[in-house]
């Protein structure tokens, strides 16, 4: 079977296959034994820089399994690291700067550096997704992904993680220049590292805007969704793409960005087919199993799941995901279970 007849892409070219397509947000990663084990020793943007371990890890849920897609094994900060920025990310807490962009002269020298640096310095990208494409095949799509411009923005303004991204939020309205700046920079740089891995191999790429839903309404519109539609502009009509967020229930229309989205995400927030509605017919939904209930018992999760597929039937198509990553302490057995739930077509 091509790749373009996988159930993954053929949901986001808004057809329905027999059985949805499911993967996870997070399949790679601390929820599994074979990951921490080959970990050990090694930092996580190290890790993320040799090619033949990202390889490894991409390929460790595919094979454990059994989902219909692969998510690249990196990070939202790594075209950062390449771009030559000092990013960290530290255990248990995630993406560090040592110098947070905070003041108008900040961002001047931050955006001094061209982007065309990320492709200059992504040989190890490139051999990480030939190396998964390549053993993968025609069985399994590979999902390339960018952090949006307000994402990062949010990372690299407070210097690290946060919880209502204050800062960055405060400096599109105190400073709208520097903001425009600084989020139209960061819409090059995730261009880039989208069009390393189309270039290399993937075959759809997904935009996290992880923290897009702390923004209102009107700032989204005004300050946030242009520079994300930038980054996404190359690769619109090259592979398709999936937009995700947390908490965007009231945003969600706007997460199309114009139409240039193939599928947007939900968290479990907001009910699929309501999610379908606010859509529009031209859209693939993805999500949105709550990863609270991946602690349930089984009887609960299943019922859960079931509901998530009925409502996502209201869509064109659905790609079926959590609302958002696999939480760390997850008995990676049951993420096994609800695709073999999937896949029995018993839904
Ligand atoms: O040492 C470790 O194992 C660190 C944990 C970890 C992992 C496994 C981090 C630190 N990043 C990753 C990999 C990662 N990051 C993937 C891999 C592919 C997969 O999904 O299997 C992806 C897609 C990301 C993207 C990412 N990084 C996002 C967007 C997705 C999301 O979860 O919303 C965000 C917000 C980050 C920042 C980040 N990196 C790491 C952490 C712990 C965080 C979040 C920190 C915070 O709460 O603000």
Known sequence: ??????????????????????????????????????RVGTRMLDACLDPALAAEITLQPVRR???????????????????????EIEPGRGPVFA??????????????????????AS?????????????????TPLIGFAGAPFTLAAYLVEGGPSKEHLRA?????????????????????????????????ASAVQLFDSWAGSL????????????SRAALEDARGRVPIIHFGVGTGPIL?????????????????????????????????????????LRAPW????????????RGRAARAHIVNLGHGVPPDTDPAVLTRIVELIHSGRA
Do not use: K
């Open 169 to 201: 939020r405060a400096m599109m309205h105190a400073d709208p220049e520097s903001w425009h700046r600084l989020a139209g920079w960061l819409a090059r740089v995730a261009s880039e590292f989208l069009a390393v891995q189309a270039d290399a191999g």
């Open 216 to 227: 209102s309404r009107e700032d989204y519109r005004t300050f946030v969704a242009p520079h």
């Open 99 to 120: 110098d947070p962009v905070r003041t108008a002269s900040d961002v001047v020298a931050l955006t001094s550096i061209d982007p065309a640096e990320v492709a200059a």
């Open 253 to 293: 229309p706007d997460m199309r960005l114009g139409g240039i989205a193939d599928a947007v995400g939900a968290d479990w927030r907001t009910p699929l087919d309501e999610a379908a509605q606010l859509l529009g017919p031209d859209v693939t939904v993805q999500g949105n199993i709550d990863p609270a209930l």
């Open 1 to 38: 079977m091509p790749l373009s007849e996988t159930p993954l892409l053929r949901a986001l070219r808004g057809d329905r296959p027999d059985t949805a397509p499911v993967w996870f947000m997070r399949q790679a990663g601390r929820s599994l034994p074979e990951y921490r084990e080959l």
């Open 65 to 87: 399994h059994g989902v219909d897609a692969a998510i690249f094994f990196s990070d939202i900060v790594v075209p950062l690291r390449l771009a030559g920025v000092a990013v």
């Open 299 to 310: 009887l609960v999760l299943e019922a859960h799941v079931l509901d998530v597929l009925r």
């Open 123 to 139: 040989q190890p990208i490139r051999d990480a997704v030939a190396i998964i494409a390549a053993e993968l095949g025609e069985r």
